[in-house]
């Protein structure tokens, strides 16, 4: 079963050398994935891997008060797709700049703030993946 696989950069090969995570080869920004998904899901190769980087940066800079908004809206855009990115057996890395924890909820530590993720993933697993630690969750993401 296929679905998001979120960690953070400092676990990728470009960091770790030989021990860390290779990155999808089509890397691709947030809200540039968004635009894709609105266009047409339908239209993506089966068995596409992607890495799609920009998560922490674009909910950083929304305003404070439209942040629950701006995460609401993501998590709309993903599962409307999450049917056929399961058929067509897509791979996504979702690749965060800033510190990722679990407990009560999920969040991102960035640029001192503490940003909520579970109103996009809910609560995902946390698995360990060659020496990092990757937090996981189907592309079915009921609310």
């Not at 960690?7 to 540039?32: H, R, S």
Request: charged fraction near 25%.
């Amino acid at each position: 079963m296929k679905g998001y696989e979120i960690f953070e950069i400092q676990y990728l090969k470009t960091y770790m050398g030989d021990d860390g995570i290779l990155p999808y080869p089509i890397q691709i920004g947030l809200m540039d994935f968004l635009r894709e998904l609105q266009c047409g899901a339908d239209a993506i190769p089966k068995y596409t891997s992607y890495c799609i980087v920009g998560l922490d940066e674009t909910i950083y800079l929304a305003a404070r008060e439209d942040r629950r908004g701006l995460a609401r809206f993501i998590h709309q855009k993903l599962q409307s797709a999450s049917q056929i990115l399961d058929k067509k057996m897509v791979e996504i890395q979702i690749i965060c700049k800033g510190r990722l924890y679990k407990a009560d909820s999920f969040w991102l530590e960035y640029r001192s703030e503490k940003i909520s993720l579970d109103m996009i993933f809910g609560t995902p697993m946390k698995r360990f993946q060659q020496n990092a630690t990757v937090f996981y969750t189907g592309f079915n993401l009921s609310s």
